[in-house]
């Protein structure tokens, strides 16, 4: 998979910008602060329909264009080429009036092939991997943002991903606002009525049935992804470090061995040959024993939505005690396995993006950096500095200067 084309339209600092791309490596070379993670970041949300800087799709509208028009139109298309089918996808961020005073609302729509589909629907029909500096976060940051790493990885290689996360998100909030009433009401199991009780009875089935099949898809895909980063990593670290990914589902459908509560963190458990049959009784039987609690606190205490996923190295819980090298080294490992396990699912390579890493690593690093990536059909590179480069390589690949007001080629 490559991109062919990218178009932009009062996206961040381009009020409009459009590129053929080159089926083999660009070099996006020029100044800070001139629109080089833009065009890498516009790549990505073509992929995933968010972007990898920002929780906001507000931010992503060309601020001159959002501050004189009350109707504001941000639309980003790319052309590409998926197998050996060319096809067109189009998102459109529209921020426009409503009816309260200097009131606004932002509506996102897709399109596939000219066809407007939901966005559930559309992810992973165009594949890309980033990589930046500032997602170390999800190593060192919150379990939230481990969580939409693996949201994100899955929704662009399992189909229905995406369908289903959104569905048990929608449940998980129904349920939450049932218990959250009944918690209000009288603060206690006892105020369930019968009536209440078949609505709890059926969000407990949804929450199961959706939560169940996300925890069977983030098993499958953590364990091989471990497989195939502990293999990059070895050899980035010559030998010298284990990388594992420790995954701690909130409602684990291993059973404990003679009735623990936990496990250690550096623990390696098998969770491969469970069923999903397996994971949704186990799942609707603790729904049942923790309603009593959960109605005492009025809200949802287990399932994906509270998932953990650690990162060690030589047994060491990165995340807490890792070294700046360490982190770095784990998250290049975690992203090139990224890149492979997608191949492995979609039959694809993804569009890999690279943001300023160059800098961010050793000489070592750098070479090993562009020997992985040399086997995909598509990178994009952002630098501030070529000479971080091998001149070889810099020969080879196609070197664009990026500045304020567009692209030199």
Do not use: C
Not at 55 to 81: M, P, S
Not at 152 to 179: D, F
Not at 277 to 282: H, K, S, V
């Amino acid at each position: 998979m490559y991109l062919r084309r990218l178009s932009l339209t009062n996206f961040r600092n381009f009020a409009r910008l459009d590129l053929d791309f080159p089926q083999r490596v660009v070099l996006l070379t020029g100044a800070n602060a001139q629109g080089k993670t833009s065009i890498l970041e516009a790549v990505y949300f073509l992929a995933a329909f968010t972007s990898f800087q920002t929780h906001a799709d507000r931010q992503l509208i060309n601020f001159h264009e959002a501050k004189k028009n009350t109707l504001a139109v941000t639309r980003l298309v790319a052309e590409y080429q998926r197998g050996r089918s060319k096809h067109r996808i189009e998102a459109r961020l529209i921020l426009e009036p409503v009816g309260v005073l200097n009131g606004q609302r932002l509506r996102k729509e897709v399109l596939l092939d000219g066809v407007k589909k939901p966005v559930n629907e559309v992810i992973g029909h165009f594949n890309a991997v980033i990589f930046a500096p500032q997602m170390s976060q999800i190593i060192e940051g919150a379990p939230e943002d481990r969580r939409r790493y693996l949201n994100l990885a899955l929704a662009q290689s399992v189909p229905a991903y995406a369908r289903v996360l959104g569905e048990y998100n929608q449940a998980l909030t129904q349920r939450n606002a049932l218990l959250k009433a009944l918690y209000e009401r009288r603060g206690a199991a006892l105020s369930l009525s019968k009536g209440n009780g078949d609505q709890l009875e059926a969000w407990d089935e949804a929450l199961t049935r959706l939560g169940s099949q996300i925890i069977l898809w983030r098993i499958s895909a953590i364990q091989r992804i471990e497989h195939l980063a502990s293999r990059v990593h070895h050899e980035l670290t010559h030998g010298t470090e284990i990388l594992r990914l420790a995954y701690q589902p909130a409602f684990d459908p291993l059973p404990k061995p003679n009735g623990q509560m936990g496990l250690r963190l550096n623990t390696v458990v098998d969770r491969s040959h469970l069923e999903l049959d397996e994971i949704q009784d186990g799942f609707r039987g603790r729904l049942r024993e923790l309603r009593s609690e959960e109605l005492a606190r009025g809200v949802t205490t287990i399932g994906p939505h509270r998932d953990e996923l650690r990162f060690l190295a030589n047994d060491i819980d990165l995340g807490d005690y890792g070294s700046r090298g360490q982190i770095r080294t784990a998250l290049l490992s975690l992203k090139l396995a990224e890149v492979n396990w997608m191949k492995e699912r979609t039959g694809e390579w993804p569009v890999i993006l690279l943001d300023e890493v160059m800098a961010e690593l050793d000489l070592q690093r750098r070479a090993d950096l562009l020997k992985y990536v040399g086997e995909s059909e598509q990178v994009l590179f952002t630098t501030t500095d070529l000479n971080l480069f091998a001149p070889g390589f810099v020969e080879q690949a196609e070197v664009w200067k990026v500045e304020s007001r567009g692209v030199k080629k």
